[in-house]
């Protein structure tokens, strides 16, 4: 049974910074994409960061262009997200994903989700 479990998150004030770790088991992902999406209250669940199977392909939603930085440790079937100059409007759960294919871009078909960890971004 494969399992995506994030670590990381918490409460940081504005300006402040959080790097929020994915590791995956059950399965390896180093031939696989994996990423990062986020669902704020009363929002709907919007793409993050994502990143290829070999490194080779990351991208980001505008918002966050800059400040993040999404990364892979194949080895230890871990995907990080660093999230630096965070803002009040990054306060979501943000929720690690995986897929067999090697790359999946925006697309929430992302096949294996993980439960979530809470990112709260105080002004």
């Known amino acids: 049974q494969v399992q995506l479990v994030e670590s990381g998150g918490g409460l940081v004030q504005a300006g402040g910074s959080l790097r929020l770790s994915c590791a995956a088991s059950g399965r390896a992902f180093s031939t696989g994409a994996m990423g990062w999406f986020r669902q704020a209250p009363g929002k709907e669940r919007e793409f993050v960061a994502t990143i290829s199977w070999n490194g080779g392909i990351a991208d980001y939603t505008n918002s966050v262009k800059g400040r993040f930085a999404i990364s892979r440790d194949n080895a230890k079937n871990t995907v990080y997200l660093q999230m630096n100059s965070l803002k009040p409007e990054d306060t979501a759960v943000y929720y690690c994903?995986?897929?067999?294919?090697?790359?999946?871009?925006?697309?929430?078909?992302?096949?294996?989700w993980g439960q979530g960890t809470q990112v709260t971004v105080s002004s």
């Open positions: 994903v995986a897929d067999r294919a090697g790359y999946v871009g925006r697309s929430s078909a992302y096949e294996y």
